[in-house]
């Protein structure tokens, strides 16, 4: 297993932890829609910054097959 692999698994888990607690927050009854848009604010932000790391290290391995198979 490549190191990319080894973070894509990283991220990959901690989206899913970050979507645990997302739906807790919605879930939450005694919580008002301002509390949750609060709470659920900076776990959406976390979510995309993941996404993007995820995506970069996609667009690196893409990179580097395509520069091993014009080798």
Do not use: G
Request: hydrophobic content about 35%; glycine content about 0%; overall charge negative.
């Amino acid at each position: 297993m490549s190191v990319n692999e080894k973070y894509k698994e990283c991220i990959k888990e901690l989206v899913k932890d970050l979507e645990k607690e997302f739906m807790a927050i919605i879930a939450d009854p005694k919580l008002d829609k301002h509390q949750k848009n609060i709470r659920t604010k900076s776990l959406v932000t976390k979510k995309q910054i993941l996404m993007n790391a995820l995506e970069s290290l996609e667009m690196v391995d893409r990179v580097r097959e395509d520069e091993e198979y014009t080798l």
